[in-house]
């Protein structure tokens, strides 16, 4: 079950990604991305996380206890195949939701989809580090502009 969870989650994810870096940006594609990508994995995460918090899923722990409070509690959850595959679609929400942002907000302020695509691609092969990028070149082109104004 896991790997079939595990599976779609990456078919979907790396679904979107394309359509965000290599395909027109029409309001229903970025629709598409935000409910039916994001939201999707949202889901994903929520019921797959209420599945192993509940037991019914992947107990952990000698009584299938789960504490996100301590190294051994988190360990003990990402030691089974449903808590890696729930921290895998944590990622993929959330890398997913950063880079669309990203490709919104690069959109809104002119830049050129040859500046957004590494950004992008950044973001989606590690992505607090695309983000960080992303941050960093909105910030360095909002100075230059106000230097020029």
Known sequence: MWNVIF????????????????????????SAIM??????????YTACMASLVTGLADPVGPRGDISVS????????????????IGWVHYLAFDLFAGLWTARD???????????APILLLTFLAGPIGLLTWL????RAARKLGRMT
Request: proline share 3%.
């Open 35 to 44: 409910y039916c990508g994001v939201g999707l994995l949202c889901l994903i």
């Open 7 to 30: 599976a779609a989650a990456n078919l979907l994810a790396l679904a979107c990604w394309i359509t965000l870096i290599l395909l027109p940006r029409h309001p229903l594609a970025l």
């Open 136 to 139: 960093i070149v909105r910030e």
């Open 70 to 85: 301590t190294i051994a509690g988190v360990r003990a959850m990402f030691a089974t195949d449903g808590g890696v595959t």
């Open 106 to 116: 690069a959109d809104a302020k002119g830049f050129s989809r040859i500046v957004q």
